[in-house]
């Protein structure tokens, strides 16, 4: 069993970044999902189920993987704006 966690900003993107990710339905500054999951496409299958991500774009990043039965730090989250 691991932790899947997707993240994505769009804090200091512009124009010139056409082929960014857009990984929630809705506009966003900011996005992050964590799944429990066996693997990363029970993820996939319990994020579809969720709602408002897209799926596809969510498959373009790497997501951080945390394996349950190790210590770890599980999230942090810095803004500066």
Known sequence: MNI???RH??????????????VYRDN???????????SEEQ???MIQKDGPWNI???QRIEP??????HP???SRF???G
Not at 11 to 20: A, C, K, N, R, V
Not at 64 to 69: A, E, H, P, R, Y
């Open 43 to 45: 993820a996939f299958d």
């Open 78 to 80: 810095v803004n500066f």
């Open 9 to 22: 900003s769009k804090f200091l993107s512009s124009w010139s970044m056409f082929d960014e990710p857009h």
């Open 64 to 69: 951080i993987v945390l394996d349950v039965k």
């Open 4 to 6: 899947y966690i997707w």
């Open 28 to 38: 966003y500054l900011q996005a992050e999902i964590a799944v429990l999951a066996e």
């Open 56 to 58: 596809a774009e969510l």
């Open 72 to 74: 770890a730090v599980i």
